[in-house]
């Protein structure tokens, strides 16, 4: 079965810093996608980065970015500069190339402390 | 705003009854999923269309069902409701229907069985 560990249920940093949050997934499937949402008190599900098993180089958007260790299964967000509005659940989730279904994580809710 | 419409916002009703929750995709998205958010459980995969025909289901109990119409709009039915049914209902729309066509959420419907 296709699962997503998200291993830190809270994490918590302080604003302008840097943080890292955890995910690890379990497939035999070679050809996949990799997504980080975003989702904070307004209860709307974002979409913050998106990452192909294929492409070895690191997907960023601004602030966010990812370390995606294949061979490890690995695939871990970096918030840099944290900000206020960076305060929410983040879900990673994983979708293996011609299938349907998104698989989530159980989330990591993040505080940024002022 | 991710351009998916859900309605209502909000829908308290008691058990043993029957909600239709509404989606409208984002223009252009021929897909549209069903996910359900509870407090325990995460987000799971209820089942997905794709221009008009079910495409995959996920763990949809037999008193849900749902459809997509011509208009690619999509309904949600929840019947002989039960207190275990309390949760977030999110609709989701994306242009393909797998792999890495990332998926954009709406705002939900919260649900709550009294």
């Known amino acids: 079965a296709q699962t997503v560990t998200q291993s830190q249920p809270e994490m918590s940093v302080q604003e302008a810093e840097t943080v890292t949050l955890s995910c690890t997934y379990d497939?035999?499937?070679?050809?996949?996608?990799l997504f980080w949402y975003k989702q904070p008190p307004s209860r709307q599900m974002i979409l913050v980065i998106r990452q192909e098993a294929y492409k070895q180089q690191n997907a960023t958007e601004n602030r966010f970015s990812v370390n995606f260790q294949k061979a490890a299964k690995s695939f871990s967000l970096k918030i840099s500069d944290s900000q206020l509005g960076d305060a929410a659940m983040y879900f990673c989730?994983?979708?293996?190339?011609?299938?349907?279904?998104?698989?989530f994580g159980q989330g990591t809710r993040l505080t940024i402390n002022p | 705003d991710s351009g998916v419409t859900q309605t209502p916002k909000h829908l308290i009703t008691a058990t043993g009854q029957r909600v239709t929750l509404r989606c409208s995709p984002r223009s252009g998205d021929l897909s549209v999923y069903w996910y359900q958010q509870s407090l325990d459980q995460g987000l799971q995969f209820l089942i997905q269309?794709?221009?008009?025909?079910?495409?995959a289901k996920g763990n949809i109990l037999e008193r849900f069902s749902a459809q997509q119409f011509p208009d690619l709009h999509s309904e949600l039915n929840l019947s002989s409701l039960e207190l275990g049914d309390s949760a977030l209902y999110f609709c989701?729309?994306?242009?393909?229907?797998?792999?890495?066509?990332?998926?954009?959420f709406g705002n939900g419907t919260r649900l709550t069985v009294t």
């Open positions: 989701a729309s994306s242009v393909g229907s797998s792999g890495g066509s990332p998926l954009h």
């Open positions: 989730a994983y979708r293996v190339q011609g299938a349907q279904k998104l698989v």
């Open positions: 497939t035999s499937e070679s050809d996949y996608y």
């Open positions: 269309y794709y221009n008009g025909e079910e495409r």
